[in-house]
């Protein structure tokens, strides 16, 4: 599928003819695999006469793109139209002895995972959903605090590319204005001695309406915040490079301590009285920022109490 939607991709108009030569394949194999497309929620217009075409340019993948901006040889890429979940993809790829740090996207993720077992829902080739895989041979007691150094390099990305307010709300995500733009979910495979951190990150590059009806809370996107579509390749490159200068700051295990102060400058819920759910317990008080291991800081009647990340629920009361 994804080469007849990278022929596609220029939201010119084509012949089914002109696609079937392009492809190798008969016409009717053509019509099969649009068939296959709008099927997984890609629009394709058909005019009798003219032929198909997407309804707007639309910005595949690609090595040699992230390549040219600047996304170093030694990071392995590993790029597919559509799997079930690029997390699971590294642990796989890890099991198998790959080369690290390594970086997987794909056009498509049928089975992405969120925070709290919630499903991540990213539609066809029109956001970002990669995992970020960095080895540190010192042990997993280095990485503490490493998913905040994350939102800070997606806080980060997000200024660069035109976004004046980017927020950042305790442990994992990203906003513009209160609006969910990007989830982040860590995962690690550790022993003793060696720790491989799968960094997962999903960013709304352009949302459908569509696709995020069943979502449960406030979202947004970069094109609808934008004058201009941002090059998805250029954001993947930007976040992929800003990840690996954060990773190499934690390999002497004090990470933490630098981008304590560099977290807090996005801290949407400083000074705001919020509610703390977890399975075991709720408490409420108001938000006092993080301490240098990236534990939220709670003022709760009075004392300060150090809350740890793991599967809570944050809400402003």
Known sequence: MRAVLALLSDNQFHSGEEL?????????????????????GVRVHSVKGRGYRLPTPLELLSESSLRE???????????????????GDAKHYIAQGGQLPALFSV???????????????????????FSFVWRFENGPSVVEGLSLAAGVAVARVLKKVGIP?????????AQIDGQKICGILLEMVADQDVCDVIIGIGLNVEMEEGVMMNVDQPWTDL??????????????????KELIGVCERFEDGNGMKHFQSHWQAYDVL?????????????RQGIAKGIDEKGALLLEENGEMVTLHGGEVSVRRV
Do not use: C, H
């Open 223 to 240: 094109v609808s915040r934008l004058a201009s579509r941002p090059s998805r390749n250029y954001l993947l490159a930007e976040l992929t």
């Open 165 to 173: 307010n980017p927020g950042l709300k305790w442990p994992n995500d």
């Open 69 to 87: 901006f600047g996304v170093p040889d030694e990071m392995a890429i590993k790029l597919d139209f559509e799997t079930e979940s690029t997390n």
């Open 20 to 40: 079937g030569e392009a492809l190798g394949v008969t016409r009717a194999a053509v019509w099969k695999k649009l068939k296959k497309l709008e099927a997984i």
């Open 270 to 282: 400083f000074n705001q009285p919020i509610r703390v759910l977890s399975a075991s317990q709720q």
């Open 107 to 129: 056009e498509r993720q049928t089975n992405g995972r969120g925070r709290r077992g919630r499903q991540w829902v990213s539609g066809v080739a029109k956001n970002l959903t």
